[in-house]
């Protein structure tokens, strides 16, 4: 693979992993293009106090204590250049393979498993939690349960298998800490927080989604798919790369997220991603 290609791909993957809520948007620096948006719609405040587990649901989650993430032998096949069709059913093969692993971690923890909705889409829409921002790769919509991933020009011409899976088990990840119960203690944390605390929640939430990716990209190591040369490529274009589009820092400094990365995929398990309960200079 040309690392010119390598790096456009990666770049345009990476950039659909931000988290935007409402009301950091509207204070945010970030041009048009370079605003992309996981959302997830606020809790009320009625609603937040009924349905807050309280703090433990995000610092002991039960999926912690899971071990591995299973190995479902995933190949999801090539990705020529090119190719919608190819497109679509590579995305839903790493599909397949992410409902399999985190099922099985589900049933492990004796929690209940549900499986999020796939959308891909050529230009940008209006979900059910609110307007595409312009530029957005991905977005993980918690009311319908859906990850809407749209693919451009760039990389229809372009494909890095590697940067698309990473971006799909990350925003698979955001669906694990909703249905796990973890983003309704985020949620409830939100209200009445300062600014500053609002980001720290959100650098929390992001960098366990991307450490909850890597652990998923673990299970691939050594194939085609997940060469160590790729994965060494990728995590040091995050260090490097990785915080360059949010001056807020609302998803933690590229050596940040590259530690995390890193954290999941040496060790593989969702209890090495428990971002909520670590000291707070490891999220910064």
């Not at 409402?22 to 405040?45: F, G, M, R």
């Not at 990716?213 to 995050?238: E, I, K, R």
């Not at 593989?268 to 909520?276: A, I, M, Q, V």
Request: net charge positive; with cysteine.
């Amino acid at each position: 693979m040309a690392l010119v290609a390598a790096l456009l791909a990666l770049a345009l993957a990476a950039a659909g992993l931000v988290l935007v809520l409402a009301d950091v948007a509207t204070t945010s620096t970030e041009s048009a293009n370079e605003a992309q948006q996981i959302v997830s719609p606020p809790v009320k405040a009625a609603d937040a106090k009924k349905a807050a587990p309280g703090k433990a649901l995000a610092t002991a989650n039960p999926l912690y204590k899971t071990g591995r993430l299973a190995d479902v032998n995933c190949s999801p096949g090539h990705l020529p250049a090119g190719s919608m069709t190819a497109y679509r059913r590579f995305l839903t093969r790493v599909t397949g393979c992410l409902n399999r692993a985190w099922g099985a971690q589900f049933r492990k923890a004796g929690l209940p498993f549900a499986k999020p909705r796939l959308r891909i889409i050529t230009s940008k829409i209006k979900t059910p939690c609110g307007s595409w921002n312009t530029g957005a790769d991905g977005v993980y919509c918690s009311t319908d349960r859906t990850m809407y991933l749209m693919i451009s020009r760039d990389q229809l011409r372009n494909p890095f298998p590697l940067g698309i899976t990473r971006l799909i088990a990350h925003e698979y990840g955001h669906h694990v800490q909703q249905i796990s119960g973890i983003w309704n203690y985020y949620w409830t944390a939100r209200m009445g927080a300062t600014k500053a605390q609002r980001l720290m929640l959100s650098r929390k939430s992001e960098l366990q989604a991307e450490c909850f990716s890597s652990a998923f990209m673990s299970t691939m190591q050594g194939t085609p798919l997940v060469t160590d040369a790729d994965w060494a490529y990728t995590v040091d274009w995050f260090r490097k790369n990785g915080a360059k589009g949010w001056p807020q820092n609302d998803h933690g400094k590229g050596p940040t997220q590259a530690a995390w990365m890193t954290r999941g995929f040496n060790r593989g398990t969702p209890g090495s991603c428990n971002t909520w309960a670590a000291n707070h200079r490891n999220v910064t």
